[in-house]
């Protein structure tokens, strides 16, 4: 009697040690895999991480769900290049060699953007604007040395990143990088990237590649580089979305308008809005902080997710990876926009790690 007491007090004991443990490092559910494992056939599963989310619970996350990483901001022009002769490299460095411990892919992103550029590359000493030919030697010598850095490690980058104007009147968007220097800069910026690593995929990503107008306007931009003969090899689709949009027909028609350029694609920086789509910042309003993640909500999301990834597996033999734009609700880019403050739940994963019932809506097929 004694020593089955004791045996029911050691099992006790030992399940809630193991349930502790499968808090601290969530898996989907016993005997399943991840998501990178259902997609093993179709293509690479990434997502978007801080180099602190690596040294959190998130890690087991990570390490079990996905099997490509792109660093957030860690590798953007204003982070890791902030003055003319200082680099900073921990955080990139932190995140490419957990990829590496991993055997994870990783992807870079980006090297030519106009947001997050630091404001020294744009003047000179006198903090006058630079010219053209001072701003692409700037260019250069900074594509030059992340690439290289990253060579081996970085199988693709994102080199030019939101070029493309949302006016239906212009072209080119009409950043400094435009006034200055013209489209020569994005012409630049892929032969550089291709000089320092002529193994990495050379990516031109961009938002609202579902609107047919500005759709059109990427496929002559990409169009025209190709016939110049530069090294453009795919293009990413950030698809940043949500329950309302796009439409079954629009992501069809994306796809069958891309496919023809005979690039690679990739989904570069999804997620699923909870919200109906906003394109432009604006205040919060009375009515937004009533806005919460209702079953109804969550049913739009779940079938926008399996309407999604159907898609996606439907062109997986011109689609190369898909990548979450963050790890979990617990924390995304859209708690701010485009209402400053107000929460979303945009990704398969919730605020405690565990997966949503739209998971199921991906993996199940």
Known sequence: MKYTSYAVIALIVLGSVCCFAYRRHPAVAPGTGGLKDYYKNYFPIGVAVSAHALQTDEAGLLISQFNSLT?????????IHPGEQWYNWKEADSIAAFARRNGMKLRGHTLVWHRQAPGWIFKDANGQQVSKEVLLQRLKEHITTVVKRYKGTVYAWDVVNEAIS?????????SLWYRICGEEFIEKAFQWAHEADPDALLFYNDYNEINPVKRKKIIKLLNGLVSKGIPVHGIGLQGHWAINEPSREQLENTFKDFIPLGLKLQITEFDVSVYPKEHEMRTRQAGDSAAVFTPAVEQQQIEQFSMCFEIFRKYSSALTGVTFWNISDRHSWLDNFPVRGRKDYPLLFDKDLQPKKAFWSVVRF
């Open 71 to 79: 660093p957030e901001n860690a590798m953007k022009m204003g982070v």
């Open 166 to 174: 949302d006016d239906p009147r212009e072209f080119c968007r009409s």
